[in-house]
């Protein structure tokens, strides 16, 4: 909460206007409501000046406009409340608003978590230890933002950094002791957290995506490290060969935790490290043993499956341990954290096959996804029903079937989210990359795609469909349609949906 008084000495605007309280900060006009200072800009695809008049309709205290926007004067027609006005960047709008809400991120404990895959289940994972261990703690992220398991809806994985702060700031008022946040490399590179103070940072992995925003995997690593820069706390997948690059070029190494699945990563005396080892995949989880440095934390539960899991548990583990969390307290949490929506998330029903609902959408995605599917159905086969979505790096679309050709025993190429491409010349590219594979089939439509691989499906078997996870729309060029995984896995299985 500010007054208008303020909002105005802080931007350098003379303008005299009576004085207000205003509650909060928004960007977007169908988001506004009483007493909120509403923030226009031009975007792409709308310029939200156009929308004064909807703001104060809905009952905005004051708009705050650009003078570099240059906004023609009949657009503030009808407007009566006060208009604000301010020169300035996104690095201003950031400043101001890490200003209006008072710098939540200072107050709370703040991790951020980066990397190609693995950012919203490590998050999870996180939030779920340490509410377990009494510390309230939020996520922002693919999902949403909020408490789990009740999110609210995100149109980003990072918002901007006017919604990251008001987030923030709502968190922190509802009792959060902690946030956990994913960091897209999209975010980096336009700001959003700049002005963001970090308890602690993580990398995942990195393997090719987002080309079309970065154009070469070089660039698409100096986005994430940059957020490593700054010798914060940190911990570091080790078995990732970005990760090792990642370690390599840390201005201070003794910053880094370093974490490890594959037994194979050697460690030095003077490193920090943790390292997951006997690792036994069972139908409804996975067992491991703990190793902390020279401690050992016998037979540990989670129900989280695959291998690539256990990567993300040993980040979230080592995060919180280099953020000095006890390592036996934080292990004691494991059993009790709950897969996350729409990753690995596994719908079984007696006497069916399993039905694996996951949100790989790149090459090493499917991978991994499959490779976790065939460890813990190890007397079964393995059958995937993958996409790839319209106006997206067309290049990964044959290295997405290849994927699913080699790590499944059959594959069904259909559509994800076409968007305005037609989604049969989507899997013809999908298609060159394994025309002379004897176990692919096409359905272009999603829903009977997923039914044909279920009913090629014995009781010993498993579905894995990847691509879309917690999504429950399908976009086309035309519409975009009420459609999920999840929902289709549920009733193909005969359960409820959570």
């Known amino acids: 909460m500010r007054h208008l008084s303020e909002i105005s000495k802080k931007v350098k605007d003379p303008a005299k206007w009576p004085d207000r309280e205003i509650s909060e900060l928004c960007r977007d006009s169908r988001k506004v409501s009483g007493g909120a200072l509403y923030i226009p800009s031009r975007g792409l695809h709308a310029n939200g000046y156009e929308y004064m008049r909807e703001a104060q309709e809905k009952g905005a205290g004051a708009i705050l406009?650009?003078?570099?926007?240059?906004?023609?004067?009949?657009?503030?027609?009808?407007?009566?409340?006060?208009?604000?006005?301010?020169?300035?960047?996104?690095?201003?709008?950031?400043?101001?608003?890490?200003?209006?809400?008072?710098?939540?991120?200072?107050?709370?404990?703040?991790?951020?978590?980066?990397?190609?895959?693995?950012?919203?289940?490590?998050?999870?994972?996180?939030?779920?230890i340490l509410t377990r261990c009494g510390i309230k703690c939020g996520v922002i992220g693919t999902l949403g933002t909020g408490f789990l398991p009740k999110l609210d809806k995100s149109s980003n994985t990072t918002p901007g950094p006017v919604e990251l702060e008001r987030k923030l700031s709502e968190m922190l008022r509802a009792g959060a002791g902690a946030v956990?946040?994913?960091?897209?490399?999209?975010?980096?590179?336009?700001?959003?957290?700049?002005?963001?103070?970090?308890?602690?940072?993580?990398?995942?992995?990195?393997?090719?995506?987002?080309?079309?925003?970065?154009?070469t995997m070089e660039n698409y690593f100096e986005?994430?490290?940059?957020?490593?820069?700054?010798?914060?706390?940190?911990?570091?997948?080790?078995?990732?060969?970005?990760?090792?690059?990642?370690?390599?070029?840390?201005?201070?190494?003794?910053?880094?935790?370093?974490?490890?699945?594959?037994?194979?990563?050697?460690?030095?005396?003077?490193?920090?490290?943790?390292?997951?080892e006997q690792p036994k995949f069972l139908k409804d989880g996975t067992q491991f043993d703990l190793r902390v440095g020279d401690h050992v934390i016998k037979r540990v539960k989670t129900r989280l499956l695959g291998s690539f899991n256990l990567q993300n548990i040993a980040c979230a583990?080592?995060?919180?341990?280099?953020?000095?969390?006890?390592?036996?307290?934080?292990?004691?949490?494991?059993?009790?954290?709950?897969?996350?929506?729409?990753?690995?998330?596994?719908?079984?029903?007696?006497?069916?096959?399993?039905?694996?609902?996951?949100?790989?959408?790149?090459?090493?995605?499917?991978?991994?996804a499959l490779e976790a599917a065939r460890e813990h159905h190890p007397d079964g086969r393995v059958i995937a029903v993958v996409g790839c979505g319209g106006d997206r790096d067309s290049g990964k679309r044959p290295l997405m079937a290849i994927k699913a050709s080699v790590g499944a025993d059959l594959a069904v190429l259909t559509s994800d989210n076409p968007?305005?491409?037609?989604?049969?010349?989507?899997?013809?590219?999908?298609i060159m990359g394994?025309?002379?594979?004897?176990?692919?089939?096409?359905?272009?439509?999603?829903?009977?795609?997923?039914?044909?691989?279920?009913?090629?499906?014995?009781?010993?078997?498993?579905?894995?469909?990847?691509?879309?996870?917690?999504?429950?729309?399908?976009?086309?060029?035309d519409k975009t349609i009420h459609f999920s995984d999840r929902e289709i896995a549920a009733e193909l299985q005969g359960v409820s949906l959570d």
């Open 65 to 128: 406009v650009n003078t570099l926007d240059h906004v023609p004067d009949g657009l503030f027609e009808g407007i009566t409340i006060p208009v604000i006005r301010y020169q300035g960047d996104d690095d201003f709008l950031q400043s101001f608003a890490k200003w209006f809400y008072r710098d939540p991120s200072s107050s709370l404990k703040l991790f951020g978590i980066t990397g190609t895959n693995g950012k919203s289940t490590t998050t999870w994972v996180i939030s779920q």
């Open 180 to 215: 956990a946040m994913e960091v897209s490399s999209i975010g980096i590179c336009e700001g959003r957290v700049k002005g963001l103070t970090f308890d602690g940072v993580a990398f995942t992995n990195l393997t090719r995506d987002h080309l079309d925003y970065h154009k």
């Open 223 to 276: 986005a994430k490290k940059s957020l490593f820069m700054n010798n914060t706390p940190c911990a570091i997948n080790i078995d990732d060969p970005w990760g090792r690059k990642l370690f390599g070029a840390l201005k201070e190494p003794a910053s880094a935790f370093l974490y490890s699945t594959n037994g194979k990563a050697v460690f030095s005396n003077s490193e920090r490290f943790l390292r997951i």
């Open 317 to 368: 583990l080592s995060l919180l341990i280099r953020c000095g969390y006890d390592p036996e307290e934080l292990a004691a949490a494991i059993p009790f954290v709950k897969p996350v929506t729409g990753r690995m998330e596994c719908f079984c029903a007696e006497g069916k096959p399993d039905v694996v609902v996951d949100y790989a959408h790149t090459p090493d995605g499917v991978e991994k």
């Open 419 to 430: 968007r305005s491409e037609d989604p049969d010349q989507i899997i013809d590219e999908m």
């Open 434 to 477: 394994v025309a002379e594979a004897s176990n692919v089939i096409r359905r272009t439509d999603r829903r009977e795609a997923i039914i044909c691989a279920y009913k090629s499906a014995g009781p010993d078997d498993v579905v894995v469909i990847c691509g879309k996870g917690h999504e429950d729309y399908q976009i086309f060029k």
